[in-house]
């Protein structure tokens, strides 16, 4: 099983960009799907964007409230899954969490229970 470290996190102003990175220990990254969800003080946690693996399409889904604005990407060769964020708004202060689980998932993802390792969490804190 995978063990997930995320980084870049930080303090970014409305309209600014963050990448976030997750790298993952392990052998067999290639063949997880990898996922990025986000948890607000006093709310759920919720799905942001995930991808599968290359040998299930290598798609990419994203939550309709950061389409276009974020993009999720991975380098299996450095064992690690990105989120780009840009055009950041108030409302995406959270904590941002990586998730990983063996092998594809639907388009239709948004579950955390989708997924079955998770790393520590990256705060985000974008303010005006």
């Known amino acids: 099983q995978v063990q997930l470290v995320e980084s870049g996190g930080g303090s970014v102003q409305t309209g600014g960009s963050l990448r976030l990175s997750c790298v993952a220990s392990?052998?067999?990254?290639?063949?997880?799907?990898m996922g990025w969800f986000r948890q607000a003080p006093g709310k759920e946690r919720e799905f942001v964007a995930a991808?599968?693996?290359?040998?299930?399409?290598?798609?990419?889904y994203y939550a309709d409230s950061v389409k276009g604005r974020f993009t999720i990407s991975r380098d299996n060769a450095k064992n690690t899954v990105y989120l780009q964020m840009s055009s950041l708004k108030l409302d995406d202060t959270a904590v941002y969490y990586c998730?990983?689980?063996?092998?594809?998932?639907?388009?239709?993802?948004?579950?955390?229970?989708?997924?079955?390792?998770w790393g520590q969490g990256t705060q985000v804190t974008v303010s005006s």
């Open positions: 991808i599968n693996p290359i040998p299930w399409s290598g798609g990419t």
């Open positions: 998730a990983a689980r063996r092998g594809g998932i639907a388009s239709t993802v948004r579950s955390p229970l989708e997924f079955d390792t």
């Open positions: 392990g052998h067999t990254f290639s063949w997880y799907s």
